[in-house]
């Protein structure tokens, strides 16, 4: 499991209490040891720092003979109003690089319209569904953005270049381009913290999207016990 920083990590930590605290260290990354084969990473913040943290940790894993089956891109996140509010919790079908590409006089063009690169990747079906019923999660598309939106026009912007996306969030494509480079499956999990637009600090529930976090990997973790990786 990859989160941004400690505390996300930790919210998912707590959903497991035989973890062993045990901390294995990397070049450059912890692995914290959850238990029941899961171990958790706080990968850092925006997309760039998430990718280069989960790929270390994928390529130590395949040295050592160990490899991941699976990597969650856990977090909170600014939600999408009125389908995803405070405390809800979000599944990606799509996890999307929503400010990947460059600006033009008829508006923003992802970076595959100027022919290159890619803006999306698609966790296994079969694992959102199975996630989804777990948590009872709504599924959509979670953008992810170098630059958190502090405006309604960004935010009415973003929606309408993504119609499905419920929540906007950093890390979860640079989680997925990772995971992609080592032919690993990816799944992102949010717990809505604030509503995506204008910055408003009385309005953030951290305490209460992190709260959602542990509970939610209190269940997700036994379902994907049962979750076929060859299943799509």
């Not at 460059?102 to 319209?113: H, R, Y």
Request: cysteine-free; proline content about 6%.
């Amino acid at each position: 499991m990859a989160a941004a920083v400690p505390a996300e990590r930790d919210a998912v930590a707590r959903a497991f209490p035989e973890a062993s605290g045990r901390v294995t260290h990397r070049p450059g990354i912890a692995l914290h040891h959850a238990g029941d084969g899961y171990d958790l990473l706080a990968a850092g913040v925006g997309p760039a720092l998430a990718a280069a943290s989960v790929s270390a940790a994928l390529t130590a894993a395949v040295l050592e003979d160990a490899p991941y089956g699976l990597v969650v891109s856990a977090g909170i996140a600014g939600g999408f109003q009125p389908e995803a509010p405070v405390g809800s919790l979000v599944v990606a079908d799509v996890i999307t690089a929503a400010d990947l590409g460059a600006e033009s006089a008829d508006g923003f063009l992802p970076v595959t319209e100027l022919g290159f690169g890619t803006v999306t990747h698609h966790p296994p079906k079969s694992l959102v569904r199975t996630a989804a019923t777990a948590t009872g999660a709504r599924t959509g598309a979670v953008l992810t953005v170098s630059t958190v939106t502090g405006t309604a026009a960004r935010a009415a912007a973003l929606r309408a270049r993504h119609p499905r996306a419920l929540a906007e969030a950093m890390e979860g494509f640079g989680v997925a381009e990772a995971a992609a480079a080592h032919g690993t499956a990816v799944l992102e999990i949010r717990a809505v913290s604030n509503p995506v637009g204008p910055r408003d600090r009385a309005a953030w529930r951290i305490g209460e999207a992190l709260a959602a976090l542990t509970t939610a990997f209190g269940k997700l973790a036994p379902a994907l016990e049962s979750w076929n990786r060859h299943d799509q």
